[in-house]
Structures are given as C-alpha cells and as structure tokens.
C-alpha cells in the first residue's frame, strides 16, 4: 500500500490533506465440486484486481473525510455455451465518502485506545450487471463452469 501524507506533526495526527493507493489481486484457479478438487480441463480461471485510490482531508485531530475511488480489472477463461470464452473488463466500482469522528482516546505508555465512529455514503456508479447473471451452462462436451450463475465459488 502506498500512503501519500501532508500532515503535520508525529505520526502523522494533526489537520491536512493525505492521499494514496492500495491494491489487492486475487487469482482462482482450482476447480472444486462441493469443496472437492475437480479437473481444470479447460484451465479455467480468474484474475481480480481491485485498486483502491483515497484521498482525504482532517480538519482537526478529531474529525476528517475520506473520499474512496476502486478501480476494477478482471480477466478470465470459461465455458459459456458451446465457447470458451476469454473476457476482461475494467471500470470504477462504488465510490464512497467517508467521515472518521474520534469520540475518544487514551494514551499510555504501553498502550494507545482509540475509539472512532465511522459514517459515510454509498455511489452507485460501479456496474451490477454481473450480480444478476443466470447460471451459465456450457454445450457440446464442455465443462460446467466455474465462473457466474449461482455457483461462484466453484474456482479457489
């Protein structure tokens, strides 16, 4: 994770703007039936790869908003239908805005307690279309697949 940070003071407390990056890839590739291990004949697969840009402003030591940004590549192989079909897509998920209160802090010399109340609010401006896609069944001697319809998790 990269943390790009202008604030003022130790450990980065005080009021100012801060940005950075983080990213987290996924890859499945095993086959399973009901937690079995099944052939991968066709090699299906997954790559996910989910970047998330922030940036953000404290205006004090308790108080400050974070605006989140996820941009989203995946590639994959699978049966659909009577072809195997190898696809990539790449788009923005749902932003968020996020406001970060600390309600209350205590500091020791061995320990730091933090308590923060978290609020914020959802964009819809990722793409559902996959949320809502049927079983996809494959023809012609191919494998069922594992990728999409109800069994999403036939690839670990």
């Known amino acids: ?7 003022p003071g130790a450990g980065g407390s ?21 937690g079995n291990k099944v052939p991968n004949t066709i090699e299906q697969h997954i790559d996910s790869s989910v970047l998330q840009v ?42 968020s805005l996020i406001g970060n209160f600390l309600a ?3 500091l020791a010399e061995n320990f730091t307690f933090n308590w923060s109340l978290l609020g914020g609010l959802k964009f ?8 809502s896609e049927s079983d996809v069944e494959s023809e012609n001697g191919l494998p069922a697949s594992g990728i999409g319809g109800d ?6």
């Open 1 to 7: 994770m990269l943390h790009l940070c202008r604030r």
């Open 14 to 34: 005080g009021a100012g703007f801060y940005g950075g990056i983080a990213e987290q890839f996924t890859y499945f590739g095993t086959l399973q039936d009901e």
């Open 54 to 95: 922030f940036a953000g402003y404290n205006f004090n030591d308790r108080f400050g908003l974070q605006f989140n940004l996820p941009v989203i590549y995946r590639s994959w192989k699978r049966p659909l239908g009577t072809v195997i079909e190898n696809s990539t897509e790449f788009g923005i998920g749902d932003m």
């Open 104 to 106: 209350y802090q205590k």
């Open 124 to 131: 819809p401006t990722g793409n559902s279309s996959h949320l």
């Open 151 to 156: 069994e999403p998790n036939l690839l670990a």
